[in-house]
């Protein structure tokens, strides 16, 4: 399956809004993989919007469950501006609300203040690193579509002192544009997990990306994305997570913020 700007033809229009068939094999416990839901409405997002603009914040509350199959969606724009748009989706399956996702699209603009991007981490590189094993019913279904490289950091359930790692990774099937971004950002599980001792559950609730590269002309390619996961806070059963992420040529492509209930 690809994972770009085609999920926007594959909304279809009905009485009351649109709808886009969610896949099998795409499940993370008991909701569909986070990264293709956010993708999906950003694909929605994305037709109510001039394609000379380019996603630049996503905002994504998950508010339920998503199972595979027909999810119905409506997209608003709340404003539109001279260098910027602002969209809201709902997602729904069964009457329900199950996602609400806030997008904002901008113009690129001139201006003399910059900031130098931060550098990728100095890691081992994917070449001499083995993908992680997809191993049915132990590891979420969707992590089977993708290659996943850890480069250095505690794994999950290790009972570490820290939560926090680096690594590699790609979708096995063509990705690109900002729903295949997206859908990256979510590939990897909360570096918290590191901490527990043995098999535990963690679910995101709110969901924040940047995206600062160009996501209208990004495509995965033959190259691996470089990303950085920490947990900056962890308390009272919800934590908070960071990481970012960088092409295979070094430049940082997005950054996310995630928080994150943890059951132990």
Not at 38 to 59: H, I, K, P, Q, W
Not at 75 to 86: C, D, I, N, P, Q
Request: with cysteine.
């Amino acid at each position: 399956m690809r994972i770009d700007a085609s999920f926007r033809e594959q909304w279809e229009p009905t009485e009351d809004g649109w709808q886009f068939v969610l896949p099998d094999g795409w499940m993370q416990g008991r909701s569909m993989f986070g990264g293709l839901t956010a993708a999906a409405a950003v694909a929605l997002g994305a037709r109510s919007v001039d394609e000379a603009r380019s996603l630049r914040v996503a905002s994504v509350q998950l508010l339920r469950p998503v199972k595979a199959g027909v999810l119905g969606g409506t997209a608003t724009v709340l404003r539109e501006g001279k260098g910027t748009t602002f969209v809201e989706v709902r997602l729904r399956q069964s009457s329900d609300v199950v996602a609400l996702v806030q997008l904002v699209f901008v113009r690129p603009r001139t201006g003399s203040v910059a900031l130098e991007d931060a550098a990728p981490p100095d890691v081992p590189g994917p070449e001499g690193l083995a993908d992680l094993p997809y191993l049915p019913g132990i590891t979420p279904e969707f992590t089977q579509h993708a290659r996943l490289r850890w480069a250095r950091g505690p794994l999950p359930f290790s009972g570490a002192d820290e939560a926090g790692f680096d690594g590699w990774c790609r979708f096995r099937g063509p990705a690109g544009d900002a729903e295949g971004l997206i859908a990256m950002l979510d590939l990897w599980p909360t570096p918290t997990l590191a901490l527990a001792n043995g098999p535990t559950f963690a679910s995101t609730v709110t969901w924040t990306a940047h995206i600062v590269g160009a996501p209208n002309a990004w495509r995965q390619g033959e190259g691996w994305a470089q990303f950085r996961y920490r947990s900056v806070a962890a308390r009272a059963g919800f934590h908070t997570v960071v990481g970012e992420l960088w092409g295979s040529d070094g430049a940082l492509l997005a950054w996310t913020e995630q928080l994150v209930a943890f059951f132990d």
